[in-house]
């Protein structure tokens, strides 16, 4: 399933996430093991998405805030859908040449080895003072941290798009560009120089197509552009 969403409100709820009451112990044994096989991984505080609904054009949810490893445990042991699904932003940057800007993640990477859009988890920069997510400033703070691209060279179109994919909800910002893929692709190449341990790798601008045809694309990636269809192609 997927939609383009007109309007949202999701907001933080103060309250522990049970998940992370249940198994506190193996949470614990689970981030101890894990530490030595990804030694950049951080316990910082992440937002999981407890309950949401999309209904016509709009988009309506809960997350709470747990730790890292908490989430990790949980993904790490199938994503129990009876404790709320993994929601998170990427960023759908489309050149003025129609192509689409995927990259490879990194070795010791929650997505090691996958293609996708550059995006990550909800974490409190992206919450506001009365505690609602900003989607959008989400995406572009997930866009300028793994590529280098600002708002000087991308803008956010006014839509967001929801793709859901069994435990998965992928909120997606699209943005749109005046510059042509190979300058966006220089820009982003000279960023990554620059990082002594980037999250993305390999940049490419491909046409939605090819993005399809790829093995290395997450199901997610395919859903938001397939129902993007030829807004994608004509941004």
């Not at 809960?62 to 929601?87: E, K």
């Not at 550059?118 to 919450?127: E, L």
């Not at 749109?176 to 190449?189: G, Q």
Request: net charge negative; aromatic share 10%.
């Amino acid at each position: 399933m997927a939609a383009r969403i007109t309007e949202y409100r999701l907001e933080v709820e103060d309250k522990p996430w049970a998940y992370a009451e249940k198994n506190a112990a193996s949470i614990d044994a689970h981030w101890q093991q894990a530490l030595p096989r990804n030694p950049g991984f951080f316990d910082g505080r992440v937002f999981v998405l407890d309950d949401f609904a999309v209904q016509e054009n709009r988009l309506e949810g809960t997350f709470r805030a747990t730790s890292f490893s908490a989430y990790l445990h949980w993904r790490d042991n199938n994503f129990d859908l009876a404790y709320g699904h993994d929601g998170f932003v990427c960023a759908i940057v489309t050149s003025s040449d129609g192509r689409v800007l995927l990259a490879e993640a990194t070795t010791g990477t929650l997505n090691d080895g996958l293609r996708l859009f550059p995006g990550g988890m909800i974490d409190r920069r992206d919450v506001t003072r009365g505690g609602l997510i900003d989607v959008r400033s989400a995406a572009c703070r997930e866009l300028a941290e793994e590529t280098g691209l600002s708002e000087a060279e991308v803008q956010p179109a006014s839509h967001l798009y929801v793709a859901l994919c069994g435990h998965l909800v992928a909120m997606g910002v699209q943005f749109v560009s005046r510059l042509t893929a190979s300058e966006l692709k220089c820009r982003t190449e000279r960023y990554l120089a620059t990082q002594e341990k980037p999250e993305l790798a390999a940049p490419i601008f491909a046409a939605p197509a090819d993005i399809h045809a790829c093995d290395k694309t997450p199901e997610y990636v395919r859903r938001l552009l397939a129902f993007m269809g030829d807004a994608t192609e004509q941004a």
